[in-house]
C-alpha cells in the first residue's frame, strides 16, 4: 500500500460502502486504508441496497487503537444494520483474525478512487482517460458539489467530466444563470465557449476560484478549455491564475494595439507592462484580442436592442472598455489606440477628428468630403450605438455643412416659402434643434466646431425669414379666398385635402389636428409613419402639402379657421359646430373631439363615442394638444425631436384608422419657435398685448408690420417678429404668433392605410420624394427654387409632366416604350429567358413593363427604395406594397439566391445590382 495514504471524506466511503457492502451486508466492520477529512461527519445515515444504514466513523493507526474500537463498537450494542469503518494506515498482516475475521472482504480495503468517481457520477462505464488522470480524479471527489454529481449517461466520457468539473469549480454554470435570468430566459447547458470565458472572468469568484487551485488542477483545466474553447483561453486563464481575471477583457483591448504587423517596440514593452508577470506570446495575444472583441461586439449589439438585458449587457460593455481606456492612459498607449474602433477615447478621437473638418462657411468642398469621410468612420465606432445621441448630433452637424454648401435659398412668393419650409428649411430647424442641444460629453474643439455651424446655418435661416416677413407683409394687405397668391390657406385645408381625400363614395377621413405642429415636427413625424407602414399622398407630385396660418399665428384664430372652413376665431364653441355644418355641406357627418372627450374609462385608452364614431360612416376630427401645451409647461421631449409616442392618443388613433380603413390627415393649426435662451425683449411700452409674439404698434428691427383681412386681431393691423429670439412675454419653452416661417406654415400629411389607391390625380410620396439630398450622404442637391408662376398653379397640376400624368390616370407604371427603356437594366432583365421562366410559377404577376419599371427605379436609386417609392414605381399594380415586394422577391430570387432583400426592419428593397446581373445573364 502507498506511504503516502489518500485523504478519503464521507462521499467515498458511502461510494465504497454501496459498492461492497451489498455483497456481505450482514458485515458490521469495514477497514478503509487512508485517513478521514478532518471535520467530516463522523456519524451519519446512508443508504446501501435501498437499505437505510447507520455509520460511524473512526480513525486508528495501531493495532490496539483498532481493536478498542471494534470491542467498544460492540458493547455499545449498535443498532440493527449499523456499520463501524475504520479509517487506518495499519497494514493486513499486523492485524489479528480476531479483528480482520469481522471485516468486511476480511481484509484494509483500498479506495479505487477512479471506480468511487464512476459511482458518483451514477455510470456503469467509466472513459479510461479518467483513470489515467490522477488529478483529474482527486478533483472530482473533491469537488462534488452537495446535491451529488449529474446523472451525465452510462459512460461517464472525459468531456462530461471535464465539463461537470469546470462548471462546479469555476461557477461557470452560475454566472451564464445569471445572465440568462437577466434575459428572461430558461436555464440551458452552458456553452463553453470564448464569449462564456470571458463573462466568467468579470464575475467576481469566478477568476479567484481558478487562482486557488493546484497548479496540477489548472494546468489540466488550462489544456482541456483551449481544446474545447479555443486559442483565447491560454493567455486568459493565466491572467486569472495571476489574479488579474478582472483586467482580462479590458487587456484584450488594449493588446489589440501591439497585435497588428507594425508594432513599435515600445508599444510593445508598454503592454508588457500591464501585463505584468504574465510572458505574451504572439500566437496567443492575436486570438486573444480577437475574442475579446467579438464579444464585446455581441454585447454592443444586446446594448442596442430594447429587452430586459439592453442595460445590464450596456454597463457590461462600458465598464470593460473604460477600464481599457484607463489601462491604456496609464500605460502611455492612448495615442497608438487613438484609431481603436471600441475605447470610447477612440470614440472621441473620430469625433475630434470629425470637427477639424467642419466648415460653417460652406465653400470648401474638400472639407465637406472630409467631413462626410469623418462621419462614416464615426459610425462605425462600436460605440456608435451606444453613444446615438452624440452620434445624431454629429449628423446634425454634417447635415448642415452640407446645407450650408448649397445655393443660397431663394424666396419669391409666400406660396413656394411655406412649401419650400415644409420640403425643406423644416429639415434645417430639425438639424438646428439637435445641434442647439448639443454634446453634453463633447469636448472644446467639438463644441466650438458645432457652435460654428449651428450661428452659420442659424444666420443662413434667419436671412430667409426676414425675407419671408417681406412677401408676407405684400401678400397679407390683398390675401383672401377669392385671392390667395397661390398659396392654400388655412381655412382650406379641409376643403382641398380632406374633402378629395374622402372622394365621393370613399372611407371618412380621420383628421388629426396636432395644435402647434411646427414643420420640424411633421417631417419627423413623417419618416416615422413610413417606418410603420403607412403610404403619404398628395396633390402634387413629389412635395408635401403646406398652408399659411391665419395671422397672428393663434390656436384661437388659425384652428378655428382651419375646423370650421372660414377665416374665423373662436374657441370650441365655435369649433365644433363648424366642423359639423362643414361636413355637412359636403353631405357628409361630422363630429369633433378636444381633449375632454378622447379619454376613456378605467382599461380603455379612447372614449366609447369616440371609438363608435371611428367605427362607423361619418368624418372624425381630433384635436391633439399636447405639442402647444408643451410650449407653455416644459421643453419638449427629449429636447431634439419629437415622437409618435410623445402625442397623448395619436399612436392610439392611428391604430384605429388602420383597423378601420380610415385615411389620415395629421395637420397643424399653425407651428412654433422653440426657446433657445437668447431671447430678446423687444420694447413693450406701447402696444404691449399680453401675447408672446406679437403686439400692437409701429415694427422695430425683427418686425414686420401685417396688415389686411386676414389679420384678425388689432382690427387688422398688428407687429409680428419675424426673428425666433423676440418675445414679449416671461421665458417659456416656445411661442407662437409670431411671423417667422415655422410660426406661419402649416404642413399637412394626409396617409393612406395599405391597399388603398390615392385620390385621382394625386401622388404616392416615397420618403425619397420628401427627403432633401442633403439630408443623407451624397453632398448637397441644388435647390428648387418656386416662381411666383409656379407657386400660383392649382394643387392638383404643379409639378405635372403630361407622359406622367397619362400613366397615372391608367393606373399603370410608363410602359417600356422607347429606344433608351429598350435598352434600359430593367427591361432588359424582363426580356430575359430566366424572367419569363421565373414568371411562370408565380401567381399574378405584374406586367414586364411594371416589373421593368420597379428594376429601373431601384438601379436609379442605387439599388435602395422605400416600399413606398417602389409601389408609386410600379403604378395601381403596387397598391398593396407589401404584397407586391414579395411578389417581386418570388421573381427576382432565383433559386433562393437574395438579388432582392427587405432592409431597415422590411420598410425598404434592395436590390444586389451584380447578382441580378448574374442571375438573368444581362449586362448591368
Known amino acids: 500500500m502507498s506511504a503516502q495514504p489518500p485523504l478519503v471524506n464521507r462521499r467515498v466511503i458511502e461510494a465504497l460502502l454501496r459498492l461492497e457492502l451489498p455483497n456481505e451486508p450482514e458485515r458490521r466492520l469495514v477497514l478503509v486504508h487512508g485517513r478521514y477529512e478532518a471535520g467530516a461527519a463522523a456519524e451519519f445515515t446512508t443508504s446501501v441496497a435501498d437499505d437505510k444504514r447507520r455509520i460511524e466513523v473512526v480513525e486508528e493507526h495501531s493495532v490496539l487503537g483498532i481493536s478498542d474500537a471494534w470491542h467498544r463498537y460492540q458493547d455499545e450494542a449498535a443498532a440493527p444494520g449499523a456499520v463501524l469503518v475504520v479509517t487506518t494506515t495499519v497494514e493486513d498482516e499486523q492485524l489479528g483474525w480476531d479483528v480482520l475475521g469481522h471485516a468486511l472482504r476480511r481484509q484494509v480495503l483500498s479506495v479505487d478512487r477512479a471506480e468511487i468517481v464512476r459511482l458518483r457520477f451514477g455510470a456503469t462505464g467509466l472513459d479510461p482517460r479518467i483513470r489515467a488522470e490522477s488529478w483529474l480524479v482527486n478533483a472530482l471527489l473533491e469537488a462534488e458539489p452537495h446535491g451529488g454529481w449529474p446523472r451525465l449517461g452510462s459512460v461517464l466520457t472525459l468531456d462530461a467530466a471535464m465539463r461537470a468539473l469546470v462548471e462546479a469549480r469555476l461557477s461557470i454554470s452560475q454566472a451564464s444563470s445569471d445572465m440568462a435570468g437577466a434575459r428572461g430566459e430558461a436555464r440551458r447547458e452552458t456553452p463553453l465557449d470564448a464569449d462564456t470565458l470571458l463573462a466568467w472572468s468579470r464575475s467576481p469568484l469566478g477568476p479567484a476560484a481558478y487562482a486557488a487551485l493546484t497548479t496540477d488542477e489548472q494546468q489540466g483545466i488550462r489544456a482541456w478549455l483551449t481544446k474545447v474553447a479555443g486559442s483565447a483561453a491560454p493567455l486568459l486563464l493565466d491572467l486569472c ?53 467579438g464579444t464585446l461586439i455581441r454585447w454592443v449589439l444586446q446594448a442596442e436592442q430594447a429587452g430586459p438585458d439592453q442595460h445590464a449587457a450596456r454597463n457590461r460593455a462600458l465598464d470593460v472598455l473604460e477600464q481599457a481606456d484607463r489601462q491604456a492612459q496609464d500605460a502611455g498607449l492612448t495615442e497608438a489606440l487613438a484609431g481603436n474602433a471600441y475605447l470610447p477615447s477612440g470614440f472621441q478621437a473620430r469625433l475630434t477628428a470629425l470637427a477639424s473638418v467642419l466648415d460653417p462657411s460652406g465653400t470648401r468642398t474638400h472639407d465637406l468630403a472630409a467631413a462626410e469621410a469623418a462621419l462614416e468612420d464615426l459610425r462605425r465606432h462600436h460605440l456608435a450605438g451606444l453613444r446615438r445621441a452624440r452620434v445624431r448630433t454629429a449628423e446634425a452637424a454634417v447635415r448642415l455643412a452640407r446645407w450650408l454648401a448649397g445655393p443660397h435659398p431663394a424666396v419669391s412668393s409666400v406660396a413656394g416659402a411655406v412649401e419650400q419650409h415644409l420640403a425643406d428649411w423644416g429639415w434645417v430647424d430639425a438639424a438646428l434643434t439637435v445641434l442647439w442641444a448639443g454634446d453634453a460629453e463633447a469636448q472644446e474643439p467639438v ?22 416677413a417681406r412677401y408676407l407683409r405684400d401678400w397679407t394687405r390683398t390675401a383672401s379666398s377669392q385671392t390667395p397668391g397661390g398659396a392654400l390657406l388655412v381655412e382650406n385645408v379641409l376643403d382641398t385635402i380632406a374633402v378629395k381625400l374622402a372622394g365621393k363614395s370613399g372611407r371618412a377621413p380621420l383628421i388629426l389636428l396636432v395644435d402647434g405642429m411646427s414643420s420640424e415636427v411633421a417631417v419627423g413625424f413623417g419618416e416615422e409613419l413610413a417606418r410603420r407602414g403607412w403610404l403619404e399622398t398628395g396633390p402634387a407630385r413629389g412635395r408635401r402639402t403646406a398652408a399659411v396660418a391665419a395671422i397672428p399665428s393663434l390656436t384661437r384664430i388659425s384652428r378655428a379657421s382651419l ?33 375632454a372627450d378622447i379619454g376613456g374609462a378605467a382599461g380603455q385608452r379612447l372614449s366609447d363615442t369616440l371609438q363608435r364614431e371611428l367605427a362607423g360612416e361619418a368624418v372624425v376630427g381630433v384635436v391633439l394638444n399636447t405639442v402647444d401645451d408643451s410650449l407653455d409647461h416644459a421643453a419638449q421631449g427629449d429636447r431634439t425631436r419629437w415622437r409618435l409616442s410623445d402625442v397623448t392618443y395619436l399612436e392610439e388613433l392611428l391604430a384605429a384608422a388602420r383597423l378601420y380603413g380610415r385615411p389620415v390627415v395629421i395637420v397643424a393649426d399653425h407651428g412654433h419657435v422653440l426657446e433657445r435662451g437668447e431671447g430678446l425683449d423687444a420694447p413693450t411700452a406701447t402696444g404691449n398685448t399680453g401675447a408672446a409674439r406679437w403686439r400692437l404698434g409701429e415694427p422695430d428691427a425683427g418686425e414686420v408690420l401685417l396688415t389686411g383681412p386676414r ?50 390625380d394625386w401622388h404616392l410620396l416615397a420618403p425619397e420624394d420628401v427627403t432633401p439630398r442633403w439630408w443623407n450622404a451624397g453632398g448637397p442637391a441644388g435647390q428648387t427654387v418656386l416662381t411666383a408662376e409656379q407657386s400660383q398653379q392649382p394643387l392638383s397640376a404643379a409639378g405635372h409632366t403630361s407622359g406622367q400624368e397619362a400613366a397615372d ?41 411594371v416589373m421593368a419599371a420597379v428594376v429601373d427605379a431601384l438601379v436609379a436609386a442605387d439599388g435602395v427604395l422605400s416600399l413606398t417609392a417602389v409601389a408609386a414605381a410600379a403604378g395601381k399594380a403596387g397598391r398593396n406594397a407589401d404584397g407586391f415586394a414579395a411578389t417581386l422577391q418570388r421573381l427576382m430570387n432565383v433559386e433562393g439566391y437574395p438579388v432582392l432583400e427587405f432592409s431597415d426592419n422590411g420598410t425598404r428593397l434592395r436590390l444586389n445590382v451584380p447578382l441580378a446581373a448574374e442571375q438573368f445573364q444581362v449586362d448591368s
Do not use: C, N
Open 447 to 468: 463644441t466650438a466646431a458645432y457652435h460654428s455651424v449651428y450661428h452659420a446655418a442659424r444666420g443662413r435661416r434667419a436671412v430667409i425669414d426676414e425675407i419671408f
Open 809 to 849: 390616370e391608367t393606373g399603370e407604371a410608363t410602359t417600356v416604350g422607347t429606344t433608351a427603356d429598350r435598352s434600359s437594366f430593367g427591361a432588359k432583365l424582363v426580356a430575359s429567358e430566366t424572367f419569363r421562366f421565373q414568371r411562370k410559377y408565380v401567381r399574378k404577376p405584374p406586367e414586364p413593363e
Open 563 to 595: 375646423l370650421t372652413g372660414s377665416l374665423t376665431q373662436g374657441g370650441q364653441s365655435v369649433e365644433k359646430p363648424g366642423f359639423e355644418a362643414f361636413w355637412s355641406r359636403q353631405r357628409r357627418s361630422g363630429v369633433l373631439f378636444h381633449k
Open 241 to 293: 491564475a495571476a489574479g488579474r481575471g478582472q483586467d482580462a477583457m479590458a487587456l484584450g483591448v488594449v493588446g489589440s494595439a501591439v497585435a497588428g504587423p507594425a508594432t513599435s517596440a515600445e508599444t510593445g514593452l508598454a503592454l508588457g507592462g500591464l501585463f505584468g508577470t504574465i510572458r505574451i506570446k504572439p500566437a496567443d495575444l492575436r486570438p486573444f484580442t480577437l475574442a475579446v472583441e
Open 711 to 760: 389679420v384678425l386681431e388689432g382690427d387688422g393691423r398688428i407687429v409680428a417678429p419675424w426673428r425666433e429670439d423676440i418675445r414679449y412675454t416671461p421665458r417659456k419653452a416656445g411661442y407662437h404668433g409670431g411671423a417667422s416661417l415655422a410660426e406661419m406654415t402649416v404642413p399637412v400629411l394626409a396617409l393612406l392605410p395599405a391597399d388603398t389607391d390615392p385620390p385621382r
